[in-house]
């Protein structure tokens, strides 16, 4: 490594040890303030990275492998409050239990574990599922099977794990066996037929953290509204192919169904024919309309006051007038132009005095004489 006095040009005169070794330390304060200042500005995490969620691959069941190495990675013997929980200090991911029926998964069920989710940073949802054989006693029949359902909520983005057969009641023993830190819910208190709300013990140990219902929207809703246009989904199935044994529907039923399936689709081919029909005659009336007015500027171009048969007739106005009334032929001899034009003299019956001889008769043939003639 080249000395600082070698850097220097052969002319200068090499600078004193004293200098060079103040020009070190003050190079060396400035990369130490350049240091200082950036750790003002750095804050360390608090907690660890946060987990993303699961949307190439359904979750897994919690007897799979990735979930039992993700239990056995946490550390349950550090509690984490509530506190913790909000302020983002907790030092492991926050187990979050969320639990429900989750029969025909629609869009409140998506909500309400999307708000499990995001109750807090770095949260690693469970989700335990109710069995057929439970909800069937606790609550009712189900629409879909629980593995129907549990293949349901393993689909949903915002789930980590789906703990199957889910206990309607959640005791201590399964708390700690799932290392769960809090329980997400509707603060609703969920009694289903008793008085005693099944999460009480759960708020009591201040584990419970509460969601928001979504409104106008729940499996009985859906329910409701299949039952209410009953005749119309049969009425469709049988359409598309089902059985009247599949839909367990009678004989008289299937029969009356399928006539009115038939009376719609005449119905349906009537209205599509009228709305042809009516858009041919618009088109025709379009095309009338255009063509009406072509005509009638044709007309006014000929016809009209300007048109070109007017100024024609002005043209030619002395022309056809000479044409429609000739002139009389003139006769012989000079004469006027009045005697020309004047009519021919009327003539007696015995005028004779145009004859030859005429001087020789006597004018006067009437039998009466004078008076005082003999």
Known sequence: MASAASLQSPDEEPLPFEMLSSRK????ESV???VEEERQYFIPPVAPP???PTICKPSPFTNDEEAVRESDACDYSTKITLDMARAGTAPRPIRVYADGIYDLFHQGHARQLMQAKNLFPN???????NSDSMTHRRKGKTVMTEDE????????RYVDEVVPDAPWELEDD???AHKIDFV???DIPYTTGSATDVYAHIKERGMFVSTERTEGVSTSDVVSRIVKDYDVYVRRNLARGYSAKELNVSYINEKKYRLQNKIDDLKKKGKEMMEDIEGKRTDLIQKWEEKSRDFIDAFLMLFGRDGRLTQYLAEKKDSVMMALSPPSSPKLGSQSSEDCNSPPAKTSKFDFSSRPGASLVDDDYSDDEEPGSI
């Open 184 to 186: 997400a819910h509707d």
């Open 32 to 34: 130490a303030a350049i």
């Open 25 to 28: 330390r003050s190079h060396a």
């Open 149 to 156: 359902r549990y293949e349901a909520v393993r689909h949903c």
């Open 123 to 129: 949260v690693y949802l469970l989700v335990g599922v």
């Open 50 to 52: 946060l987990k993303k």
């Open 174 to 176: 399964f708390l700690e």
